[in-house]
T-cell receptor, first 113, second 114 residues
Framework: SQQGEEDPQALSIQEGENATMNCSYK?????LQWYRQNSGRGLVHLIL?????REKHSGRLRVTLDTSKKSSSLLITASRAADTASYFC?????????????FGSGTQLTVLP | NAGVMQNPRHLVRRRGQEARLRCSPM?????VYWYRQLPEEGLKFMVY????????ESGMPKERFSAEFPKEGPSILRIQQVVRGDSAAYFC????????????FGPGTRLTVT
């Protein structure tokens, strides 16, 4: 699988439930970032977690990072219909000043009202 | 504080024409990145630039594609002699030259080659 591979590919839940998305990667990283993309729109930066961090919160979002397993999870609590979007993880594994992000193919989240 | 600006938002070109995509980074950001997204796929890195310098172009196709970020004005991604396979969404991101270099994305330019 490619660097930054999300799982599941698609997830459908009821409003109010929690949504968990996972991301696995292969190489060592500087940080891992989660983005949201609404259909046909640009990417919105959600949260960044550094390689020396294990957990981070932002509002209804909780991100964990396990560098030993090379995996991360994004939890959205108390989901809303407006959370319907594609969610991508992106890894920054660049040494020095070269900072290309490597994206997975995303998880399509649908929150049903 | 305006975000990353891209124009045009939609661009239609016939095969063989040239496409020019523009990106203005966020205020205070000196690093620009271009990514391409094919339908139903994630973004793929193309090129990373600072003012007047290409830092990393490892994701750029060897032919027909070029990018610049001049001292004055926006960054330009140029695609010469477009082909149908160039149809995609092209996103620009920018970051500061410090910290975690968080990248903030523009709305994208959707290129359609007919």
């Amino acid at each position: 699988s490619q660097q930054g591979e999300e799982d599941p590919q698609a997830l459908s839940i009821q409003e109010g439930e929690n949504a968990t998305m996972n991301c696995s990667y292969k190489t060592s990283i500087n940080n891992l970032q989660w983005y949201r993309q609404n259909s046909g729109r640009g990417l919105v930066h959600l949260i960044l977690i550094r390689s020396n961090e294990r957990e981070k919160h932002s509002g209804r979002l909780r991100v964990t990072l396990d560098t030993s397993k090379k995996s991360s999870s994004l939890l959205i609590t108390a989901s809303r219909a407006a959370d319907t979007a594609s969610y991508f993880c992106a890894t920054d594994r660049s040494p020095g000043s070269a900072r290309q992000l490597t994206f997975g193919s995303g998880t399509q989240l649908t929150v049903l009202p | 504080n305006a975000g990353v600006m891209q124009n045009p938002r939609h661009l239609v070109r016939r095969r063989g024409q040239e496409a020019r995509l523009r990106c203005s980074p966020m205020k205070g950001h000196s690093h620009v990145y271009w990514y391409r997204q094919l339908p139903e796929e994630g973004l793929k890195f193309m090129v990373y630039l600072q003012k007047e310098n290409i830092i990393d172009e490892s994701g750029m196709p060897k032919e027909r594609f070029s990018a610049e970020f001049p001292k004055e004005g926006p960054s330009i991604l140029r695609i010469q002699q477009v082909v149908r396979g160039d149809s995609a969404a092209y996103f620009c991101a920018s970051s500061q030259n410090k910290g975690d270099y968080e990248q903030y994305f523009g709305p994208g330019t959707r290129l359609t080659v007919t």
